[in-house]
């Protein structure tokens, strides 16, 4: 089982910048992916960004210039480094990992972007 704790949301106001951790611990194998979904009230989760773990990286084109995502794999860790941030990145934002056994997902932490 793969457990992900996720954290560095908060309130920010637009124009600022905040950085998201998430954490895995259990077994996520050497070759997965990690990143960020977000959801929006009334909206459907969306893809944020990726990362395998071979180093290639994908990013919605919203977001494209402005989050860049890292990770850390001795530490099993990904970020999500949240620049130039807009009212319109309001959202729950979802950790997920994408092993050989399946996808496990965090149990969320709220971004909130005041105008």
């Known amino acids: 089982q793969v457990q992900l704790v996720e954290s560095g949301g908060g309130l920010v106001q637009a124009g600022g910048s905040l950085r998201l951790s998430c954490a895995a611990s259990g077994n996520i194998f050497s070759r997965n992916v990690m990143g960020w979904y977000r959801q929006a009230p009334g909206k459907q989760r969306e893809l944020v960004a990726d990362h395998t773990s071979g180093g290639s990286t994908s990013y919605a084109d919203s977001v494209k210039g402005r989050f860049t995502i890292s990770r850390d794999n001795a530490k099993n860790t990904v970020y999500l480094q949240m620049n130039s941030l807009k009212p319109e990145d309001t959202a729950v934002y979802y950790c997920?990992?994408?092993?050989?056994?399946?996808?496990?997902w965090g149990q969320g932490t709220q971004v909130i972007v005041s105008s």
């Open positions: 997920h990992a994408d092993t050989v056994r399946g996808r496990y």
